[in-house]
């Protein structure tokens, strides 16, 4: 199936147009306003909600394995978790899950 330059065209701007608007409903709509005091408690875990999504699928299934499970990157998670959840840093959980990768990259190499 082919697609007209101006069909594929039409649905970029589409979609263009919705983004801004979605955005725009916030920033536009809501920029000036305060918000109750229910939507900053909600949108307090947004970025908490976002991350394993987006970290959880290059743990699961890497390209670099060609989308098979690898331990080294299931065991560099798991350190980076557990430093994150113990020194509340989120420093030491990226150094950690950092050497542990390497290090066992390193040790399994052969």
Not at 41 to 53: D, E, N, W
Not at 73 to 88: D, E, P, S
């Amino acid at each position: 199936m082919t697609l007209d330059p101006v069909q594929i065209w039409t649905v970029i701007a589409g979609l263009a147009v919705g983004t801004f608007f979605i955005r725009w409903s916030f920033l536009g709509l809501l920029g000036d306003r305060e918000l109750p005091e229910w939507a900053h408690r909600h949108l307090r875990y947004t970025a908490v909600a976002i991350l394993p999504g987006l970290i959880a699928p290059f743990v699961l299934w890497p390209t670099a394995t060609q989308g098979q499970t690898d331990p080294v990157r299931l065991a560099a998670a798991l350190v980076a978790l557990g430093l994150g959840v113990w020194r509340k840093s989120a420093v030491a959980a990226i150094l950690g899950g950092f050497g542990t990768l390497y290090a066992l990259q390193y040790l399994t190499a052969g």
